[in-house]
């Protein structure tokens, strides 16, 4: 079996910062790309921000030159910085990875449980 076990929301003004983590774990061969989604109320699920196995980035624009997705592949672990939150940043923050199980030979996606974030204005 595999887990994504999120942390790090919470609620905060806006202007503030908060980091979310995300830790795989379980029968893990390796980790490929790692993602944060998020969905807020009503609204579909959105990509936040990639981070591919040799740590090449992907930022949405809404969260471009705020946030910072970062890995820690020792610890299959990744991370997202984000500094100067507004509200329209509050939502239901997911990790999602791209993982190969102990004897597989492809990836499966996995997704985390969520946290919130709430950002007060």
Known sequence: QVQLVESGGGLVQAG?????????????????????????????????????????????DLVKGRFTISRDNAKNTVYLQMNNLKHEDTAVYYCNADIVRSGSFYPTGYWGQGTQVTVSS
């Open 16 to 60: 503030g910062s908060l980091r979310l983590s995300c830790a795989a774990s379980g029968t893990i061969f390796s980790v490929k790309a790692m993602a944060w989604f998020r969905q807020a109320p009503g609204k579909q699920r959105e990509l936040v921000a990639v981070i591919t196995s040799d740590g090449s980035t992907y930022y949405a």
